[in-house]
């Protein structure tokens, strides 16, 4: 097998991958949840991460995600993982 048809093969994986990966818009909203609860024990013990996850909107770009709090970006997805963007 040649060098490009191996490139092309890995890239195609990676790709079906991270269309499989894709994380949901459940995985996002509890990971905001997560992550807000431990930065804040009183944001975690008033449900304050709940509140901000319930309220974001889930975008799937087919291979990556994101959700949206009003305009900001709050968390961004790829490969099965969720990263949630710190606030101001």
């Known amino acids: 097998m040649n060098k490009s048809v191996r490139t092309g093969l890995i890239a ?14 459940e995985r996002h909203r509890q990971r905001i949840a997560d ?6 024990e009183l944001a975690g013990l008033l449900g304050i ?9 889930y975008h799937s ?8 709090v009003g305009d900001r970006v709050a968390s961004i997805g790829l490969l099965g ?8």
């Not at 195609?12 to 818009?25: F, H, K």
């Open 81 to 88: 993982f969720v990263f949630v963007r710190e606030t101001d």
């Open 12 to 25: 195609l994986a990676i790709l079906v991958a991270a269309v499989v990966l894709n994380p949901s818009p």
């Open 61 to 68: 770009l087919g291979i990556a995600s994101y959700t949206k």
């Open 35 to 40: 992550v807000i609860a431990e930065r804040s």
């Open 49 to 57: 991460g709940r509140l901000a996850s319930f309220i974001s909107n």
